[in-house]
T-cell receptor, first 109, second 115 residues
Framework: LAKTTQPISMDSYEGQEVNITCSHN???????ITWYQQFPSQGPRFIIQ???TKVTNEVASLFIPADRKSSTLSLPRVSLSDTAVYYC??????????FGAGTRLFVKA | KAGVTQTPRYLIKTRGQQVTLSCSPI?????VSWYQQTPGQGLQFLFE???????NKGNFPGRFSGRQFSNSRSEMNVSTLELGDSALYLC??????????????FGPGTRLTVL
């Protein structure tokens, strides 16, 4: 199973764009990259998923380079409510999901 | 559509007791996974059930067990509770679970405290 590495924490200010990079050097051909967001005392919430290049939805963008050994979650114009832990996961069929330590994002006013 | 529900939301037990947690997945979802979350170890995968069969298992002792019913509802049991079992137990459901493209929907969790 591919292991992921993310920064432990990041600080930002309201209105800024935040980019969180995750490395997954051992990603397999069939693996997808998924990001989740978790607020305290709640279950994680799906943000975005991709396989290669760029994926965008109403919440975030996900950039994946050609070698797929890393990915970057981009949150445009963050607000205080985006303060949370963000997890990068690599999914493989068979569904044994491994969460890493996550990145604690703190957005300041 | 109703989300994933977990009962009870909070539970206090003493060492040596056993506990059963319940999870009702989103209607139509056949895969249910269980996770344990603690400040020290983070989110750890316990097991995953699909069509009443355990398909995947994490690295937890045999005291942790689960099952899934024909309506996809799942229960998780922990026997002979230890202080270290105090955690937030999360249940997640997804349509299939076997596909690589899968979104898991998490419940609010059950906060278990072992005294």
């Amino acid at each position: 199973l591919a292991k992921t590495t993310q920064p432990i924490s990041m600080d930002s200010y309201e209105g800024q764009e935040v980019n969180i990079t995750c490395s997954h050097n051992n990603i397999a051909t069939n693996d997808y990259i998924t990001w989740y967001q978790q607020f305290p005392s709640q279950g994680p919430r799906f943000i975005i998923q991709g396989y290669k290049t760029k994926v965008t939805n109403e919440v975030a963008s996900l950039f994946i380079p050609a070698d797929r050994k890393s990915s970057t979650l981009s949150l445009p114009r963050v607000s205080l409510s985006d303060t949370a832990v963000y997890y990068c996961l690599v999914n493989t069929g068979g569904f044994k999901t491994i969460f890493g330590a996550g990145t604690r994002l703190f957005v300041k006013a | 559509k109703a989300g994933v529900t977990q009962t009870p939301r909070y539970l206090i037990k003493t060492r040596g007791q056993q506990v059963t947690l319940s999870c009702s997945p989103i209607s139509g979802h056949r895969s249910v996974s269980w996770y344990q979350q603690t400040p020290g170890q983070g989110l750890q995968f316990l097991f995953e059930y699909f069509s009443e069969t355990q398909r995947n298992k994490g690295n937890f002792p045999g005291r942790f067990s689960g099952r899934q019913f024909s309506n996809s509802r799942s229960e998780m049991n922990v026997s002979t509770l230890e202080l270290g079992d105090s955690a937030l137990y999360l249940c997640a459901s997804s349509l299939d679970g076997g596909s690589t493209y899968n979104e898991q929907f998490f419940g609010p969790g059950t906060r278990l405290t072992v005294l």
